[in-house]
DNA sequence: TTAATTTGCTAAATCGATTAAGCTTAATTA
DNA sequence: TAATTAAGCTTAATCGATTTAGCAAATTAA
C-alpha cells in the first residue's frame, strides 16, 4: 500500500503546523482566521499530494464513525433487500454509510450483531428486531445509543419507530376480499408474537364482524418463522377443508409458498380461492394468476427512518420524546382478487 | 454514551500499565510472560468493568480494519442480494464485517464508492464492477489494494476472479432449446460490452453452429443497462416476427420482464415459445409457467471470493499470481422447456 | 508613546488502542 | 560471590487525525 499522505505530511512539507492544515481541510480558514494566501497553499499541495483523510482517524478522536448498522432479518429476502437499498440512499444523502447484518429472526443473532457494531463505535442503528429482542432495546436506550425501529413495534418500550398502519392495510384488504364475494376468508400468518401481525389480522377481524362475517378460528393461521411449503401447505389444506374462498397471505414469503401449493393442489385463482398478499413483488405480475397485494411505501419507511436517526444522532430529540411515524400502504388490485 | 471503559481505566483500577492489560486482553500472556495470576485479575476487571474494545482505535493502530466492502450493482436485485448474503455469511466466518454500497451498473458511482470505502480503510473489496471501470482495478491495483472480482471479467487487466463458465452455460441451455425441437432460438441480452455476457451469446452461437442451425443476426438482441419494459417488448416482438420459437434470456431481471410482456402479447410458454433465464429466482417456479434456469453457484462463488480475498489480505498471493476461478452452473427444467 | 486588540499561526494534549525496547527483581549458573 | 539469565512488568512512541490554549507580531486605540 503505497502509503497514504497524511496531514503531517502536508505540514511537514509546507513547514507549517498539522493545526494549520487541518483547519483549512476541513473549511475552517475563516473561522480560525487563516490567511486566503495560506489557505491556498496548503488546498493545493493536499490536492498535489493526493491527500485522503483517514477516516478512523477522524472517527476515534471526533466520536463520530458517519456509519450506520442495519439489522434485518435476511438481506436475500426482497422485503428487507428494498430496505437495505432505500436505506442506503437515504444515508447516503446525510454521506452516511451502510454496514449490515442478517439476524435469521433469532433474538441470539441480533444480539450479538449489535455488540459486534456498538464495538465498531457505529453512529447509530436501524433496526427490525426479531420476537423477544425488546431487552436488547433496552439496553441500548440505557447506553444512549441512538436507533430506530422499523416495520415492528415492541409495546412494552418505547422508542422511535416507523411502520405501516398494519391494521387497516388487514382491514382494508380483507374488505377488499369481501367485496369479491369471498364468505369463507382465511389468514395465513406467521410470526404471531409480532404486534405487527397481530396487527394485521386483528384488521382482518374488524372487517368480518363489520361485515357480519363470522371470524371462524379453523381460518386462522399462525406459522412460526422457520415455515416451508409443508407447513403452508398443511394451512392451506386445512383451510380449504373449512370451506376457504379466499386468503389472505400476511407476507410475501408465505404467499410464493402458497403459490406453490396452489399449482400442485389445482387450485385455481380466483375461481376457487381470492387471493391477496402482503408485499409486492415483482413475481406477482408474471405469476399464473396475477397477484393483489399490500404494496409498503419503503422508500419513504426508510426516509423517515434516517430523518429520525440523523436527528437522534445530532441529539436533537428530548428525553423520552420519540416519534412514532404511521405510513398509509397502497393497495394494487391484480387478477387475484379484482 | 455511558463511556465505555479503555484499557486505561482497567489499568488504573488495577495499578498496573496498559500494555500489560493489551496483552493480557490479546491473549498474550503466555508470549509477554505475564503470570497467571496478573492475567486472572485482568480478565476479572474486564469482565466486571464490561470492556469493550475500541475497534476504531484498535484499526488505527494495526492498519486493518477487519471489514471488506462489496460493490454490487443493486442490493433489490436478488441476484445481487444473494450475493450479499453469502458474501456476509463468509465473511463472518473470517470474524469479517461486510459494508456495501451499490453502483447501479455506472463507473462514475463505482469510483466514488470506491473513494469512499479507501478512506474509510477497508482491508479489501469483493467487485461487481460496472462496463468501463477496468482503470479502476488498475488503480486498486498501483495502490496494493486487496481486491476480487466477482461474476465479471475485464480481459485487459488481470485479477483474481471468481466467475461461472458463462460459455458452457448459454451453450447448454440453448441445447436444451434445441432439444426441444425448437428451431427458430433467440437470445435476449443486456450489457454486451461485458466479457460475461459476451460468453454467454458465444455458447448461444456454439451450440446453434454445432447442430447446424443457422444464427440469425435478428435473433439476436443486445439491450443497454437502463432497459424497461417498453425495450424488452420490443426486443421481443422483433424476434417473433422472425420466428422466434425459443428465447433464452441473459439475465432474470430481462427475463421478468419478458414475460410480463408475453401476457399482454398473449404468447403462450412453452407453447409458442420454449424459455430458459438464467438465474433462477423463487418466482420462477409460481409464474404463469414454471420457467427453466440456469442456476449459478452464488453460495460457492461467495466461499471462493473471500477466501480469495482473505488470502490476498494477508499477502500470501506473489506479483502477478493470480486465481481465476472458473465454477460450473446448474440447470433446472420447468415447464416453460422440459 | 504605550496599552489594547487583532491577526496568523503553533504547541501539545487527546481519542483508545498496540508494541518495541528497556528496567527491576529473582533465580540460576559459574 | 559475582555474573548471567529469566521472569514480570513498565515506558513511551505510534497510528492520523482534532482542538484548546496560547504566543508573537502587527495593527489600532487612547
Redesign the interface.
Given at each position: 500500500?503505497?502509503k497514504n499522505s497524511t496531514i503531517k505530511d502536508i505540514a511537514e512539507r509546507l513547514g507549517v503546523s498539522k493545526a494549520l492544515v487541518s483547519f483549512v481541510l476541513n473549511g475552517k480558514s475563516e473561522e480560525k482566521r487563516i490567511s486566503e494566501k495560506m489557505t491556498k497553499k496548503v488546498l493545493d499541495m493536499a490536492k498535489k499530494m493526493n491527500y485522503?483523510?483517514?477516516?478512523?482517524?477522524k472517527?476515534?478522536r471526533t466520536g463520530k464513525?458517519h456509519?450506520i448498522a442495519l439489522i434485518i432479518a435476511?438481506?436475500?429476502n426482497?422485503f428487507f433487500?428494498?430496505f437495505?437499498?432505500y436505506i442506503?440512499i437515504e444515508a447516503s444523502t446525510y454521506r452516511y454509510?451502510?454496514?449490515?447484518?442478517?439476524s435469521d429472526e433469532t433474538k441470539e443473532k441480533f444480539a450479538a450483531e449489535l455488540?459486534?457494531f456498538?464495538?465498531?463505535?457505529v453512529d447509530g442503528f436501524i433496526l427490525i428486531p426479531p420476537i423477544g429482542s425488546e431487552d436488547e432495546l433496552v439496553k441500548l436506550q440505557?447506553?444512549?445509543?441512538p436507533f430506530v425501529v422499523v416495520d415492528r413495534l415492541f409495546k412494552s418500550v418505547s422508542t422511535h419507530t416507523v411502520t405501516i398502519n398494519n391494521f387497516q392495510a388487514g382491514y382494508e384488504a380483507t374488505l377488499r376480499l369481501l367485496q369479491n364475494n369471498r364468505k369463507n376468508i382465511a389468514i395465513i400468518n406467521v410470526n404471531n408474537q409480532l404486534f405487527t401481525m397481530q396487527q394485521r389480522v386483528k384488521g382482518y377481524r374488524k372487517a368480518l364482524l363489520q361485515n357480519s362475517v363470522d371470524v371462524k378460528s379453523g381460518l386462522i393461521k399462525h406459522l412460526k418463522f422457520s415455515h416451508d411449503k409443508n407447513s403452508v401447505l398443511k394451512a392451506i389444506q386445512q383451510v380449504i377443508q373449512q370451506g376457504a374462498d379466499g386468503i389472505l397471505f400476511t407476507t410475501s414469503k408465505l404467499a410464493?409458498l402458497g403459490?406453490?401449493c396452489f399449482?400442485e393442489l389445482g387450485v385455481n385463482i380466483p375461481k376457487d380461492i381470492a387471493v391477496i398478499s402482503f408485499d409486492d413483488?415483482?413475481?406477482y405480475?408474471?405469476?399464473?394468476t396475477?397477484i393483489s397485494a399490500v404494496v409498503q411505501p419503503i422508500a419513504n419507511m426508510s426516509k423517515e427512518a434516517v430523518r429520525i436517526l440523523m436527528k437522534m444522532i445530532e441529539g436533537k430529540y428530548g428525553k423520552g420524546e420519540y416519534e412514532n411515524i404511521m405510513l398509509d400502504v397502497e393497495f394494487v388490485y391484480r387478477a387475484s382478487c379484482l
Open positions: 500500500m503505497s485522503k483523510p483517514n477516516y478512523l482517524a472517527s476515534l464513525s456509519t435476511d438481506i436475500s426482497p433487500a428494498k437495505a437499498r442506503e454509510k451502510v454496514i449490515f447484518a442478517n455488540e459486534v456498538k464495538n465498531r463505535q440505557k447506553e444512549k445509543i410464493m403459490f406453490e399449482s413483488m415483482d413475481a405480475k408474471v405469476t399464473f396475477p
